[in-house]
């Protein structure tokens, strides 16, 4: 992904996440997943033209589970590794840790979503589309690709309708994560937020981390994770992507 490249400009169903995950994680070839998402896609989403909407939908997918990116791969091999033995309550957490990594628009979209939130018990995508505006710039493309965006959590059963048009309160808890997921959705949160270090307990309270509830052990962090201990100061631990080069 290229700085300021906004990528997650599609709606998509969580039946194909999930498609396209098991594809990757049966080590199907490429360009045979791309061939059977034209197949699954084709009934519900047009091509025409060269690049149509089915195959840009499909672009969307395939950078989450099967393009590699030196920056997230370690991330995305790790998923693969948990995806066939995961418990079904557990895939959302790995769709949902990739697209924040891979597509930091994606990021910004459900942290000003996590945000609202926290102040009042139902979101507008009227509110939503303002604050990413704000960040990403006064553009329909930002705007359309917000609403893609909301409109994909929703089928996600992360947010819930609320009887009004365009109004939505946040569904139960998916998942409550900890041990070596928790440590995989941190480190999914910093990359996706575009930085290396951060505080430990405000990394498990991230708004962007809504839809869960983390629990982390700084013990935990030197377990073997691409994650590292920089900094404990009382009860303010800071943690890091080992691979970053950090300044103590």
């Known amino acids: 992904m290229k700085p300021g490249e906004i990528g997650f400009d599609r709606r998509l169903r969580r039946e194909w996440l999930d498609f396209v995950a098991d594809c990757a994680a049966a080590h199907v070839a490429p360009d045979v997943i791309r061939a059977k998402l034209h197949d699954l896609l084709g009934p519900v989403v047009a091509e025409s033209g060269e690049r149509g909407a089915r195959s840009k939908t499909i672009t969307v997918l395939l950078r989450l589970w099967v393009v590699f990116d030196p920056r997230t791969d370690g991330l995305r091999l790790d998923a693969l590794r948990r995806l066939p033995t995961c418990a079904p309550g557990e895939r959302l957490t790995l769709h949902w840790g990739l697209a924040m990594a891979v597509y930091p ?9 996590g ?3 926290r102040l009042q018990p139902t979101v507008s995508l009227a509110e939503v589309v303002r604050r990413t505006k704000e960040k990403w710039g ?6 359309r ?6 409109q994909s959590i929703r089928d996600w059963a992360v947010l819930a309708e609320t009887g009004s048009a365009g109004v939505y309160q946040a ?4 998942a409550a994560l900890r041990g070596d997921l928790a440590l995989w959705m941190i480190e999914a949160v910093l990359q996706g937020s575009g930085t290396s270090i951060g505080s430990l307990r405000q990394l498990e309270r991230a708004p962007a981390l809504f839809p869960f509830t983390l629990t982390v052990r700084s013990a935990e962090i030197e ?5 590292e201990l920089v900094r404990q100061a009382g009860d303010e631990d800071t943690v890091g992507l080992r691979t970053a080069q950090h300044t103590h």
């Not at 569904?171 to 998916?174: D, G, L």
């Open 145 to 150: 690709s917000a609403r893609h965006v909301l």
């Open 223 to 227: 377990r073997g994770s691409r994650l």
């Open 105 to 113: 628009f994606f990021a910004d979209v459900v942290s000003s979503i």
């Open 115 to 117: 945000r609202l939130l």
């Open 171 to 174: 569904a139960p808890p998916q």
């Open 138 to 143: 006064d553009r329909e493309r930002v705007a």
